[in-house]
């Protein structure tokens, strides 16, 4: 009993130092800071290799989070734990990430000239017309925002029912659900 209730205490004594190093770092102090990140990184890194599964993108990432940590800090208003914030804190800056590389893909590929098979009228693949394309993005807009959001890290960016449901606090059937609901809406609203 006695172990049990040590424990306990290591355990509180742990989250209290943890919650001040945290208030010192948002101060300024870079020691503070530097506990805070030996504490936090592993689980920091861990998140981003499963959203980037590439080891060196991660590590960047990791860096990434706990440079937007450090300028950010002053934010942490401690209404949930400061694991939850640096959490939410971490998908945001990978999904930024994933977002400006799809962006920079994305012109390096609109100005390849050699378009190759994709290029030519009536292939399987052939890119969108842009009047297509509008329609698609509105039609993306207009979805309810808990759909829109799984269609686009799902059917867009790629992402695993299990992680999205990670990102968003949700269960993986929950994401499965706005996905269909998603898909259906689109249909309806391109066939229009």
């Known amino acids: 009993m006695a172990a049990a209730v040590a424990i306990i205490e290591a355990s509180v004594n742990r989250v209290s ?3 001040s190093d945290v208030a010192r770092a948002a101060a300024g102090d870079r020691g503070a800071f530097e506990r805070v990140y030996r504490q936090h990184v592993n689980r920091v890194f861990s998140l981003c290799a499963r959203m980037v599964s590439d080891r060196a993108r991660a590590e960047e990432l990791t860096q990434d989070v706990f440079v937007r940590a450090w300028e950010k800090l002053h934010l942490f208003r401690g209404e949930s734990s400061f ?7 971490t998908v ?5 990430a994933r977002k400006v590389e799809g962006r920079q893909r994305s012109r390096y590929e609109e100005s390849d000239d050699d378009a190759g098979m994709d290029s030519m009228p009536g292939v399987v693949g052939m890119p969108l017309a842009p009047g297509d394309l509008l329609d698609l ?4 807009t207009r ?3 808990g759909a ?16 999205i449901a990670e990102m968003l606090g949700v269960t993986s059937g929950a994401t499965k659900a706005q996905l269909h609901r998603a898909r259906l809406l689109l249909r309806e609203a391109l066939n229009r």
């Open 17 to 19: 130092d943890s919650d």
């Open 83 to 89: 694991a939850t914030w640096l959490h939410r804190l």
């Open 92 to 96: 945001n800056v990978v999904l930024n």
């Open 137 to 140: 993005e509105e039609a993306i």
């Open 143 to 145: 979805l309810p925002p």
């Open 148 to 163: 829109r959001r799984v269609f686009v890290l799902h059917d867009v960016e790629g992402y695993k029912h299990e992680e």
